[in-house]
C-alpha cells in the first residue's frame, strides 16, 4: 500500500492533478493511504480532503471510494461529516454494496449513533456476516449487552469475529460469569464450528481474572497451548494479568520470563502491577529498575503500578520520588489515578496533612476514588473532621451509594453526635437509597459460585454454614477476636433511632 501510494506521489491533487479523466483507482488508492497513515480527518492530506478534491475534478466515485473514508470518522465529532459523505454515497447509488453498507454501520457506531447504525442495518435486505458482525460490534461498543445478544442469537451463522465479539461485551460490561458460559457453549456449538483465535483467549483470560477463576484460566492456558496459538506478547500480558488477578503471582512471573527479550510496555507494566497487588513492594520496584535499563520507556500505566506497589508497601519516600519525577524523566503527566494512589500512600501512613496537600493540589477535581482513598486513611488513624468531609463528597458525588451514607452515620455515632447520626439514615430513606448486601465469589472444583450477606438460596447452605462455625472456632482456639465494632455501632444506632422517634 504505502509503495502504491509513493508511486503516485507526483500525481496528487495537491501537486499537480488536474486532469478529469484521471481514474478513480488513483484517488481510491491516495484515500487509502491517507487512512493508513492514519491523517486526522480534516488535516489537509486526510482522506475527506482528497475526497473532496476528487469530486472538485469531477470524479465519479465508486465501491471502493467509502470503505477506508468512512472507516477515518471514528469519533463523535466526525458524526457530521459521516452523514455528508452517507448523502453522496446515497447520491451515486452505491448505499447498497455490502462493503459500503457495513461501513456505515462502523462509522455510526464509532461516532456514537447506534439510532443511525441500527437504520443502515435494517435497510439491508439481506445482511451479509460482515454486516451482522458489525451490529452485533455497535451495540457492545455503546454498552448495550442485551441487545447485542438478542441479535447474536438471531445471526443465520457465525465466525470466530461474532463470538469474539460477544464475549468482549459480556466483559466490557462486567459480565464476567456470562461470558465464560458464552465460551462454553462456543466450543461445544456444531452449528457454527469455530476455534478461537488469540483475541477470543485474551478476553477469556480477562474475564477469569476478573472473576479469579484461577482453575478457568489454567484451563484456558492450558487449550492455548493444546491448539498450538503462538504466545505473543499480546497473549502473554493477558496471561500474566489473569494469573496475577488470580493470585498465581508465581506463574505469572513465570509466564513473563518465558516471553523473552522482546517484551513491550504492556507486559512491563502487567508483570509490575501483579507485583504490587501482591504486596511485593521492594520486587516490583527492582523490576521497574530492570525495564527501565532494558530501555522500555515505562508509560502511565506501569507508573501507576510503581505507585500502587509503594502504596501497598509503605514506601513513602519512594512513592514521592516517583510521582515527582514521573513528568520529568519520563513526560508523563500525572492522572487522577496517580494522585489517587499519592493520597492513599499518604492516608495509609497517618500523613493526613499531605494528602490534603495532594486533594488541594490536583488540576481536576478530585474523584470517588480520591475521596475514598482519603476517607480509608483518616479512618484508620481516627481524623474524624477528615472522614466527615470525605463522607460528604463521596454522597455529594454518588448520592445512591449506600456505603457512604452508612459509614458517615456511623461516624457520627462514634463521636456521640446521634442527631447527625439518624438524619444520615433519614437522608438515605428521602433519596430512595437501600444498603447494598455484600457479596463474594469463590471457585471450588472449576465452579463459580456466588455467596451474599444472609443469602440462604444455596443448594449447600446448612453445609456451608456448619463449616463457617467450625473455621471461626478454629480461629477462636488460635486467639483470633474478630473486629466488630462497626456492626455494635450501626446496632447502636438504630436503636438511637427508636428512642429519637419516642422522644418526639
Not at 27 to 50: C, D, F, M
Not at 115 to 130: M, N, T
Not at 319 to 333: A, D, P, Q
Amino acid at each position: 500500500m504505502r509503495v502504491q501510494t509513493k508511486l503516485i506521489s507526483s500525481t496528487h491533487p495537491t501537486l499537480n492533478l488536474s486532469h478529469p479523466t484521471i481514474e478513480p483507482f488513483v484517488w481510491n488508492t491516495l484515500i487509502r493511504g491517507a487512512y493508513v497513515q492514519s491523517k486526522g480527518p480534516h488535516s489537509n492530506e486526510s482522506p475527506l480532503r482528497i475526497f473532496l478534491r476528487m469530486r472538485f475534478h469531477r470524479v465519479e466515485p465508486d465501491f471502493y471510494t467509502f470503505p477506508f473514508l468512512l472507516q477515518s470518522f471514528n469519533s463523535p465529532s466526525h458524526l457530521q461529516s459521516g452523514q455528508r459523505v452517507h448523502a453522496q454515497i446515497l447520491h451515486f447509488g452505491l448505499g447498497s454494496d455490502p462493503f459500503v453498507q457495513t461501513s456505515l454501520i462502523n462509522m455510526y457506531s464509532s461516532s456514537g449513533n447506534l439510532g443511525y447504525a441500527q437504520q443502515v442495518f435494517d435497510e439491508i435486505s439481506q445482511p451479509d456476516l460482515p454486516s451482522w458482525n458489525s451490529i452485533v460490534n455497535a451495540n457492545v461498543k455503546v454498552g448495550t449487552a442485551d441487545v447485542a445478544r438478542e441479535l447474536f442469537d438471531r445471526m443465520p451463522v457465525r465466525n470466530v469475529i461474532s463470538w469474539s465479539c460477544m464475549l468482549n461485551g459480556y466483559v466490557t460490561s462486567g459480565d464476567y460469569k456470562e461470558a465464560l458460559s458464552l465460551f462454553r457453549r462456543m466450543q461445544t456449538s456444531e452449528v457454527d464450528d469455530v476455534r478461537p483465535n488469540a483475541f477470543t483467549m485474551s478476553v477469556v483470560l480477562s474475564a477469569c481474572g476478573r472473576l479469579g477463576a484461577l482453575e478457568h484460566g489454567k484451563w484456558a492456558h492450558a487449550y492455548i497451548d493444546r491448539c498450538g496459538m503462538e504466545v505473543d506478547v499480546i497473549l502473554g500480558t493477558s496471561l500474566i494479568d489473569m494469573y496475577a488477578k488470580c493470585g498465581s503471582i508465581d506463574r505469572a512471573r513465570w509466564v513473563f520470563n518465558n516471553l523473552g527479550p522482546n517484551k513491550d510496555v504492556m507486559a512491563w507494566s502487567a508483570m509490575i502491577s501483579g507485583l504490587a497487588i501482591h504486596g511485593h513492594g521492594k520486587e516490583c520496584l527492582k523490576l521497574f529498575s530492570e525495564m527501565k535499563n532494558s530501555e522500555v520507556r515505562p508509560n502511565a500505566i506501569t507508573l501507576l503500578g510503581v505507585l500502587c506497589a509503594c502504596v501497598h508497601g509503605g514506601l513513602v519516600n519512594e512513592g514521592k520520588e516517583y510521582f515527582t519525577g514521573m513528568n520529568r524523566e519520563f513526560g508523563i503527566v500525572p492522572s487522577i489515578q496517580h494522585y489517587g494512589c499519592m493520597v492513599d500512600l499518604y492516608g495509609r501512613t497517618g500523613l493526613i496533612k499531605e494528602a490534603w496537600d495532594v486533594v488541594h493540589s490536583m488540576p481536576m477535581e478530585p474523584d470517588v476514588l480520591v475521596w475514598g482513598a482519603l476517607l480509608s486513611g483518616s479512618r484508620m488513624h481516627g481524623d474524624i473532621g477528615t472522614c466527615e468531609v470525605a463522607l460528604n463528597k463521596l454522597i455529594e458525588l454518588e448520592p445512591t451509594n449506600s456505603g457512604a451514607y452508612v459509614l458517615l452515620s456511623n461516624v457520627y455515632a462514634k463521636v456521640g453526635k446521634w442527631k447527625d447520626a439518624r438524619n444520615m439514615r433519614d437522608l438515605m430513606e428521602v433519596n430512595g437509597v437501600r444498603k447494598v448486601p455484600g457479596w463474594s465469589l469463590i471457585e471450588v472444583d472449576g465452579f463459580i459460585h456466588e455467596f451474599f450477606v444472609g443469602d440462604e438460596s444455596h443448594p449447600e447452605t446448612k453445609e456451608i454454614y456448619l463449616m463457617l462455625e467450625e473455621i471461626l472456632d478454629r480461629l477462636n482456639m488460635k486467639g483470633y477476636a474478630d473486629d466488630t465494632k462497626e456492626q455494635q455501632l450501626l446496632y447502636t444506632v438504630e436503636v438511637i433511632d427508636d428512642r429519637l422517634l419516642i422522644n418526639d
